[in-house]
């Protein structure tokens, strides 16, 4: 099993540019998320996904956007990116539908816009 | 709202000591206290969880306690080697669905 794989690795944007960071898992798990983690700040959830078809907001959504079209892949898209999103994003995903159980992350994808 | 605190500032032990890393939260009890490790550059790992009606959980060399009273828990590593030097992770369980995460505790072990 691959578990969590993010894509890209690392990328550099310009501001006001958009682009998509790719999160799939092979689990079948219910449960998937997006944080990014910020010196000093922890992982802060942005968007997180009970199912395919569903979607909801985290503590920081703005400028960012999600969709679960399947159960195994959960996009996350920067529509107009700002030098505040400089960030490293993990995505994660849960077998638990509520969060209540061990959660899986991906590798993480390093983001600088400048 | 829910906050989660761990200490920020570096742990350094010597090997074959005990690691005690804090965590402590606002607000209600989580019903779940999660514990992960991350090493740099990688993703967290999930290393234990405990419930609210559990006071201790252990796996291997590693012990997590949940005070209700003290709103705290406590995360030890006995016999400590270099191998466990890393960030460690403290995650609350909050509203359904939302994980929320303490800013970590970088632990370092030395010779």
């Known amino acids: 099993n691959a578990g969590v794989t993010q894509t890209p690795k690392f990328q550099v944007l310009k501001t006001g540019q958009s682009m998509t960071l790719q999160c799939a898992q092979d689990?079948?798990?219910?449960?998937m998320s997006w944080y990014r983690q910020d010196p000093g700040m922890g992982l802060r959830l942005i968007h997180y996904?009970?199912?395919?078809?569903?979607?909801d907001q985290g503590e920081v959504p703005n400028g960012y956007n999600v969709s679960r079209s399947t159960t195994e892949d959960f996009p996350l898209r920067l529509l107009s990116a700002a030098p505040s999103q400089t960030s490293v994003y993990f995505c994660?995903?849960?077998?638990?539908?509520?969060?209540?159980?061990?959660?899986?992350f991906g590798e993480g994808s390093r983001l600088t816009v400048l | 709202s829910q906050k989660i605190e761990q200490n920020s500032e570096a742990l350094n032990i010597q090997e074959g000591k005990t690691a005690t890393l804090t965590c402590n939260y606002t607000?209600?009890?989580?019903?779940?206290l999660q514990w992960y490790r991350q090493d740099p550059g990688r993703g967290p790992v999930f290393l234990l969880l405990?419930?609210?009606?559990?006071k201790e959980k252990r796996k291997e060399r590693l012990k997590v306690t949940f005070d209700t009273t003290l709103k705290q828990s406590l995360f030890h590593i006995t016999a400590s080697q270099p191998a466990d030097s890393a960030t460690y992770l403290c995650?609350?369980?909050?509203?359904?669905?939302?994980?929320?995460f303490g800013t970590g505790t970088r632990l370092q072990v030395t010779l």
């Open positions: 994660a995903s849960s077998a638990d539908r509520i969060a209540t159980g061990e959660l899986f």
């Open positions: 689990m079948n798990h219910e449960y």
């Open positions: 996904s009970v199912g395919a078809g569903i979607t």
């Open positions: 607000n209600y009890s989580p019903a779940y």
């Open positions: 405990i419930r609210e009606n559990e």
């Open positions: 995650a609350r369980t909050g509203t359904a669905s939302k994980l929320t």
